[in-house]
């Protein structure tokens, strides 16, 4: 490790050093494609121009267009067409070492004699999904580069936003206004993946490392709310992904050595016609690297690839081929002396866990008729795990006994299609389909101390399917008033359960701010894992407890209001929110207080009794943010919320939920300089204060844990308690060098600078028969240097 931050070291005084030469004036190429937002029509005439500096350009018959010799620096993008609303794009930047690629659509106005302005800093956040009208943005690469400590993953980039919180440090798992981070969607591409992280646990949404890179991902939507018709199989939050496409022009790469991972990038095009491309990307873990010179045992190893290539036909359309995969492994290797043992799980002293995923789709979109297009995705998906535990018995000169014993292995196979049709100036609809066939194969048992007795939690294998239907229909009254409305329909084989969901979303924009009101009906059916969950003596004659479950179910209402002061560039938005929740899995022993509304993974589930579909919830609340989007070198982003997070158990008894922390306050800035010597040069710096109310947790009964063996609480309070604020300063800083067909870039993030021991949770801990407490994690560093560069 000291040689690698020694390098580190030596590269950031590389990059520091001032030149005595005068610097070359860079220059590089900005190209794009625009197209109609509702038929994705090609369109042409369309004038582009940047910002400082009079660049100018128009799209050709076939919507692209192209800037040569554009100098490296900051722009903003504006995109103008006779009767199209202005599209205008801030902070967006050229690099001398990367092309830069630009896909965008502009919405049809009414007044078709002139372009219709809209203010820039709305257009920035607008989500992809023109369906979508409330509580959903949009958000790039820049993104998860500028924000402190989201380590260029998007889940994490995310926790910046009004009303998402994290779960834990050490997860990137998401709870998006009080609800539990199970009901968070991921698709990517257009269809359903599994949660794209490693160590990942059964039937989580999240993990400590993600596998999307930043290099791959392409402009995405994520959603806390109101979901259009067209989002299924999501109560909560949902991520809608897409991976960029390769340069058609030239082949380009990069090379990122970090301390969280090494990276490999490479792209270009794919045929000598330069109609595709092909865009991969590989990463494997620093720390896996250097283990043999750390010299440790317990050393997590992940490695993963990404890729997409692309390519279009005259004749057949668009098509894309993309794929995710990650490989995990950790094994943990305790000192032989029980003294230094201090554990809230002491049983699982050794172990060696292993973990897979892997994504293969095949996307293709095709024109019908004028205005109407058909876009379909086939995918299959492979996620697999196992853990081997065992502890070391300190009386038989520390032998290992096994513990847990885990295989899991879970596919799918999926198809999305949807049929989209802009019927005209003022109306367009879309229709289509998701099946999903699942396969599942799940093992885990367990030595349960207190009752001297391996435990089968799982023991089930088989295969069933999952129907979602759904239709939209966007009707515009006017430039001012906009109508969403649809309707979603699931079906799960397994259960034979059903839901039919309408929704509907109105968008009202006066002068200087947009009115929105949304609500509509969400389901999503459990992780195969909890169905199939035991819980009884191993090897006993048992049956799954909770097929019969229903799908949970969400009534999301959201009115909001977003106003933009030009003067200042400065976006205000509040919105409110209510959600009711019902059909909630809650455990049938009243005496319990369990609910799944407070579950993070099928872990959550252990020594738990049969669950009924009788629970409910309620999570409302407020949402206010104020943002400046990058321009003369700084922006800023500051949001509150304050919201309230409840659920009813099997006999009406109601208590807080677990994620119920009151409130959330981000202040999130930065600023950037270019260097008075070197033109070529820009450093810059990012600061985040985050705040949060303290996780909620529930009071141990020390005397019937002590009896047990076991972690009780005491009946009837269960949440009760706040844990201590929750207090974090994050913070950025990085050196950009622009060189002829490079770009080298130092940067170091810092999670938690100040070190602070915030609260995590009290556990029992059955070795000394005390309450203890276990802390986030503190000082959290990562430094990298990175590499973009073309012949």
Do not use: C
Not at 85 to 96: A, K, Q, R
Not at 336 to 365: C, F, I, M, P, Y
Not at 374 to 383: A, C, D, E, N, P
């Amino acid at each position: 490790m000291r040689l690698l931050f020694l390098f580190l070291i030596m590269i950031l005084l590389w990059l520091i050093r001032g030149y005595s030469q005068q610097p070359q004036p860079f220059t590089q190429s900005v190209k794009g494609y625009v197209s109609d937002a509702e038929s994705q029509r090609p369109l042409s005439a369309v004038s582009v121009l940047l910002t400082p500096g009079d660049f100018k350009a128009v799209t050709d018959s076939l919507g692209f267009f192209r800037l040569p010799q554009v100098p490296v620096g900051r722009y903003t993008i504006q995109y103008t067409l006779l009767g199209y609303e202005i599209l205008t794009l801030p902070d967006v930047v050229v690099s001398s070492g990367k092309e830069l690629e630009q896909k965008v659509t502009l919405q049809e106005g009414f007044k078709q004699l002139q372009a219709i302005t809209v203010r820039s800093g709305r257009n920035s956040r607008k989500p992809i999904n023109e369906f979508a009208t409330v509580s959903a943005r949009s958000f790039s690469i820049e993104d998860t580069k500028r924000f402190p400590a989201a380590f260029n993953d998007p889940a994490r980039m995310v926790m910046n936003y009004p009303g998402v919180a994290a779960a834990g440090d050490g997860h990137n798992d998401i709870v998006v206004r009080g609800n539990s981070p199970q009901g968070v969607l991921w698709k990517l591409e257009g269809i359903e993946i599994p949660t794209p992280n490693h160590f990942s646990d059964l039937g989580a949404s999240g993990g400590p490392v993600s596998m999307l890179s930043s290099n791959v991902i392409g402009r995405s939507d994520f959603y806390t709310g109101a979901f259009a018709a067209d989002i299924g199989n999501a109560t909560a939050a949902a991520f809608d992904l897409n991976f960029r496409n390769g340069n058609t022009s030239r082949a380009e790469h990069s090379v990122m050595l970090g301390t969280l991972g090494a990276e490999l990038s490479t792209e270009g095009p794919l045929n000598k016609n330069k109609t595709g491309s092909f865009l991969v990307n590989y990463r494997y873990s620093t720390l896996a690297l250097l283990k043999t010179f750390i010299g440790s045992k317990e050393t997590p190893e992940y490695q993963d690839l990404s890729f997409k290539l692309n390519w279009k036909s005259a004749k057949t359309g668009e098509w894309s081929l993309f794929g995710l995969g990650g490989y995990n492994r950790f094994e943990g290797d305790p000192e032989k002396d029980s003294t230094k043992w201090d554990s809230e799980d002491n049983r699982n002293d050794r172990a060696t866990v292993v973990g897979k995923l892997g994504v293969l789709g095949l996307s293709h979109q095709v024109f019908v008729g004028t205005d109407a297009y058909i876009k379909t995705v086939l995918s299959t998906s492979y996620r697999g795990s196992s853990i081997d535990a065992d502890t070391l018995n300190p009386s038989s000169h520390y032998q290992p006994v096994p513990v847990t014993q885990q295989k899991f292995t879970d596919k799918a196979l999926r198809i999305s299609s949807f049929y989209n049709n802009k019927l005209n100036l003022r109306n367009t609809i879309r229709t289509g389909f998701v099946i999903q066939r699942w396969q599942y194969d799940f093992y885990n048992r367990y030595y349960d101390d207190a009752e001297d007795q391996w435990k089968q939690v799982l023991a089930d294998d088989g295969a069933t399917s999952f129907y979602q239907g759904f239709f939209l229909w966007k009707h515009r009254f006017s430039n001012r008033l906009l109508l969403n409305t649809g309707v979603h329909a699931s079906y799960l084989a397994l259960t034979e359960k059903h839901s039919i969901e309408p929704r509907a979303s109105l968008s009202y924009n006066a002068a200087g701010g947009v009115w929105t009101l949304a609500a509509g009906l969400h389901s999503k059916p459990e992780h195969i894992s909890t169905y199939m969950f035991r819980n009884a003596a191993a090897n006993a004659p048992t049956a799954p407890l909770n097929k019969h479950l229903d799908l949970s179910k969400a009534v999301h209402i959201v009115a909001g209001y977003e106003h933009f002061f030009s003067s200042l560039n400065l976006t205000a938005k509040a919105e409110l929110y209510y959600q009711h929740l019902y059909n909630v899995p809650v455990e049938e022993n009243s005496k319990s207080g369990f609910a799944s509304l407070n579950m993070i993974s099928v872990y959550d589930l252990m020594d738990k009794n049969r669950l009924i579909s009788k629970g409910k919830g309620r999570n409302y609340g407020i949402d206010l943010s104020l943002e400046r989007p990058f321009s003369n070198h700084y922006f800023f982003m500051t949001n509150f919320s304050v919201f309230k997070s409840e659920y009813t158990d099997a006999v009406g008894a109601t208590y807080n939920t677990r994620f119920n922390r009151d409130f959330l306050a981000n202040l999130i800035g930065g600023k950037e300089w270019q260097s008075a010597r070197n033109s070529n040069k820009t450093i810059g710096v990012n600061v985040k204060v985050l705040m949060t109310g303290g996780l909620r947790i529930s009071p141990i009964d020390l005397a019937a844990s002590r009896e047990t063996g076991k972690e009780q609480y005491v009946p009837g309070l269960y949440y009760s308690k706040h844990g201590p604020a929750y207090f974090r300063i994050d913070w950025s800083a990085y050196i950009r060098k622009e060189r002829k067909n490079s770009t080298h870039t130092f940067s170091i993030e810092v999670q938690n600078m100040t070190n602070r021991e915030n609260f995590l949770a009290n556990y029992f801990d059955t070795r000394t028969n005390t309450e203890k407490t276990r802390h986030q994690i503190g000082f959290l560093p990562n430094i990298s240097y990175k590499i973009q560069f073309h012949r």
